[in-house]
T-cell receptor, first 113, second 116 residues
C-alpha cells in the first residue's frame, strides 16, 4: 500500500523568504511522485513530477523538489516566494498497477507581504 | 498540453433530484478517468476509477448506485449524483490518464455541487 504524509497543514511565510513544504511517502513498489497546486475554487495544476532520472526536478515558476529514496521524501522548495504563490499544495504518489494517485492531506502556503 | 474540461463548473439543485457532471479530455484519448470528491479545506478523496467500455471500480465506502459513472468513449466520462441530498454538496474533480501507460493524471477544473 502507498501513503503520503504532509506534516504541515499550513506554512506562513513572508514574501521573498525561502520555503520548504515537506512530503514523505511510503510505498512497496516503484514510486512516481507529484506536486500539485490548487488555487481557491479551482482544480489541480501539476507543479512538478518525478518519474525517473534526475532526482532534482524543477518547475517553470521557481519551485523545485528532490526525490530522496533513503529518506522517502519529496520536499518542495522555493528560494524566494511571491504573494501569488499563496495556495494549497498537494503531494501525491503513484506507482502500482492501478495507476491511482494517493494524495497527502495538503499544505496551505500563506505568503504575507 | 493535455487539457481536461468539466461541465458544469457550478450547479445548484434541489434535494431529491439528479445531477450529471461531464468530464472530457480535449486533446488526448483517455482510457482511464478518475473521479474525486473534495470537502472544504481537505484533500482529494478518490471515489472511483472509470475505464472506457467497462464498469467503474468504486472505492470502499462509495455508493455505486448513488454515484453513477459512465465512460462511454475515450474522451468522455460522466458522473451522475442520483437523488442528491445536502450532504452530497461538495467539489467534484475528475482526472484523466492518457493511453501511453503513463502515471501522470491531468485534472479538470472541478464542479461545485450545492444541494438545497
Amino acid at each position: 500500500a502507498q501513503s503520503v504524509t504532509q506534516l504541515d497543514s499550513q506554512v506562513p511565510v513572508f514574501e521573498e523568504a525561502p520555503v520548504e513544504l515537506r512530503c514523505n511517502y511510503s510505498s512497496s513498489v516503484s514510486v512516481y511522485l507529484f506536486w500539485y497546486v490548487q488555487y481557491p475554487n479551482q482544480g489541480l495544476q501539476l507543479l512538478l513530477k518525478y518519474l525517473s532520472g534526475s532526482t532534482l526536478v524543477e518547475s517553470i515558476n521557481g519551485f523545485e523538489a528532490e526525490f530522496n529514496k533513503s529518506q522517502t521524501s519529496f520536499h518542495l522548495r522555493k528560494p524566494s516566494v511571491h504573494i501569488s504563490d499563496t495556495a494549497e499544495y498537494f503531494c501525491a504518489v503513484s506507482g502500482d498497477s492501478s495507476y491511482k494517485l494517493i494524495f497527502g492531506s495538503g499544505t496551505r502556503l500563506l505568503v504575507r507581504p | 498540453g493535455a487539457v481536461v474540461s468539466q461541465h458544469p463548473s457550478r450547479v445548484i439543485c434541489k434535494s431529491g433530484t439528479s445531477v450529471k457532471i461531464e468530464c472530457r479530455s480535449l486533446d488526448f484519448q483517455a482510457t482511464t478517468m478518475f473521479w474525486y470528491r473534495q470537502f472544504p479545506k481537505q484533500s482529494l478523496m478518490l471515489m472511483a476509477t472509470s475505464n472506457e467500455g467497462s464498469k467503474a471500480t468504486y472505492e470502499q465506502g462509495v455508493e455505486k448506485d448513488k454515484f453513477l459513472i459512465n465512460h462511454a468513449s475515450l474522451t468522455l466520462s460522466t458522473l451522475t449524483v442520483t437523488s442528491a441530498h445536502p450532504e452530497d454538496s461538495s467539489f467534484y474533480i475528475c482526472s484523466a490518464r492518457d493511453r501511453t501507460d503513463s502515471y501522470e493524471q491531468y485534472f479538470g477544473p472541478g464542479t461545485r455541487l450545492t444541494v438545497t
